[in-house]
């Protein structure tokens, strides 16, 4: 998004969960692009949850669990999107961070988190489900996430724009999304406006 701001980008991907609206995105947008005219194009809604071993050896249902159960957590990095959702989710719960085994054990990327799972170093990350597979491993849903692409509004009219929108809407373009588990399209080709 600050790329797109700078104008070192045409598009930008947004996935980011604001807590007081209970919305993604939107906020993000209207904050950094302050009175500026944005389209916000739904590509996809991402499933959400909990990474755990194969089996889930554990039973981790809930993020008490994790708690109770004294299990090692693979952590998102401050700032990204998942971890402001995750750390909302234990604040709602009644749960403080220093309660989770490895809060503080930071990774920067869904596949790192799966990595983690998959070697043995952690017993429960948060991540999507689309990792959760390519790494063999269970996955607990939690969420839907929203995956949008964000550009300027003047835009919308400019061959490349109006293809993307078009392919996004279409039944091949939805095909494709859907060959990637844990991706839904039910909301793809939906349009908001920022301000």
């Known amino acids: 998004l600050l790329a797109l701001k700078e104008k070192r980008s045409d598009i930008a991907g947004c996935h980011l969960w604001d807590s007081q609206s209970d919305s993604y995105n939107i906020h993000q947008v209207n904050k950094i692009f302050d009175n500026e005219k944005m389209v916000l194009l739904t590509f ?8 755990l071993p194969p089996g889930n050896p554990q039973k981790i ?3 008490f669990d994790i708690v109770s159960k004294r299990v090692r957590f693979a952590n998102r990095q401050a700032g990204s999107g998942t971890r402001v959702w995750f750390d909302t989710m234990l604040s709602k719960n009644g749960i403080s961070p220093d309660q989770i085994i490895g809060y503080d054990n930071e990774f920067n990327t869904h596949s790192e988190i799966g990595r983690v799972i998959a070697d043995g170093s952690a017993g ?5 489900e689309s990792v959760a597979i390519a790494y063999g491993l269970d996955f607990k849903f939690l969420a839907l996430e929203q995956y949008d692409l964000v550009f300027y509004h003047d835009r919308i009219n400019q061959p ?15 095909n494709f999304i859907q060959q990637f588990p844990g991706y839904e399209t039910k909301e793809s080709g939906k349009i908001r406006f920022s301000i």
């Open 44 to 51: 996809a809604q991402r499933r959400l949850g909990f990474i």
């Open 61 to 63: 249902e809930s993020y």
């Open 124 to 128: 429960v990350g948060i991540g999507l």
């Open 160 to 174: 490349p724009f109006d293809a993307l929108i078009d392919w996004i809407n279409s039944e091949s373009g939805k």
